[in-house]
C-alpha cells in the first residue's frame, strides 16, 4: 500500500505542474482528492490492514493529501497570476495615441456680450444682482412710479398670472433698481440682467421674451454728468472709441429728468440706411435721473442722496455688436448661425 500511495503521489504531482489552466487542475483535483478519487479508493482498503500497519499507513495518506492540496493551491496561484499578465498585455492602452476631440460649443453670441458688459461694470465697482422674472405688479409698476392708468399696466401689453393683476411676469428689470435699494440701501452701485416679457408679436425687432441690462447708481451728489460720462465710456468699451452718441430728452415715469441714448448707425455713420430705417442713429439705452418720489418710497431721502438709472435691451446690444439684422436669429438656435461667432 506504501507504494501505491507513493505512487499516486509521485503521478500527482506531475500532473499538477504541468496542469496549465484552472479547469485542468480541477479535474486533477478529483481524479485524485474526490469522493471516488484514486487516493480515497486506496484509502478503502485500510479495513484489511493490520492494527500496527494501520495507522501508519493513515499517516502517510494524510501526508500525500496534503501535498496535493499544498501542490493545487500553488498552481492555482500560479495559473491566475499568468492569466492576469496576459490580460494585462492584451488589454494594454497606448496613453501616446492622440485622443478624439469631442465637438465642443461655444458662448451664445448674445452671452458674450453680457460678459463682456458685466466685465466693465464690475471694472467700475458695480455690483451684479439676479432678481425674480415672476413679479409683483407693485414693483413692476408703482413703487417705480408708473401711474394707475399707464399703458403698459394693459392685459394686453403684459403677462399677469392672477386675476388681480397683482402678480405678472416683469415686464421690465426696472423693479430690480426698487430691490436694490430696499435691500441693501445707499450708496448703491448695480447692475442686473434677465428675461422681461411682452405681449408682442416675433419680427425682425421685438419677441415677447428677451433680456435687459438694468443699472443704477445712487449716492452723496450724483448728477447728469455721472451719467453720461458713465455712458458714454461703456458706449465706447463696447462699440468701439470713435462712438458718437446723442442723448435725446425722453420720459419714463420712474426718472426725471428721462432720455433715450443713440449711437450714430454703425452700417452707414449716419447718412442713413435700412439698419437705422434712415434715422442715421441708433437707439440704444434709456436712462434718467431717479425720480425723487421713487427714492422715497424707497426710505432714501432725496434731499441728501440722488442717482441715476438706465436699461437697456441685450438683444438689441448683441445685434449692434456683431451687426446682425434679424433679431430672430438670436433665439433660432440655429448652429450654422451660432458657429460664425
Ligand atoms: N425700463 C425701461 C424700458 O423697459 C428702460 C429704462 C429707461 C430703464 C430708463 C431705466 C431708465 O432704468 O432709467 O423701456
Redo the contacts with the bound molecule.
Sequence with gaps: MKEQLEAIRKGALEAIAAAQETAGLEVLRVKYLGKKGELTAVLKQMGGLSAELRPVMGQLANDVRASLETAIERQSGILSQKALEARLAAEAVDVTIPGKKPPMGHKHPMYSVLDEMKEIFLNMGFEIMDGPEIEQADYNFTKLNAPENHPSRDWTDTFYLTEDSSVLLR????PM?IRAMEGYGVPIRMISAGR?YRKDEVDATHSPMFH?I???VVDKGITMADLKGTLNAVIREIYGPETVTRFRPHH?P??EP?CEVDIQCYKCGGKGCPTCKGEGWIEI????M?HPKVLRGCGIDPEEYSG?????GLERLALGRYKISDMRLIFENDIRFLEQF
Excluded: R, Y
Design positions: 415686464s421690465q428689470t426696472s433698481q422681461v435687459q438694468e443699472g443704477l419714463f420712474f426718472t428721462s439705452l434709456g436712462a434718467g431717479v441715476f438709472a438706465f436699461g437697456m
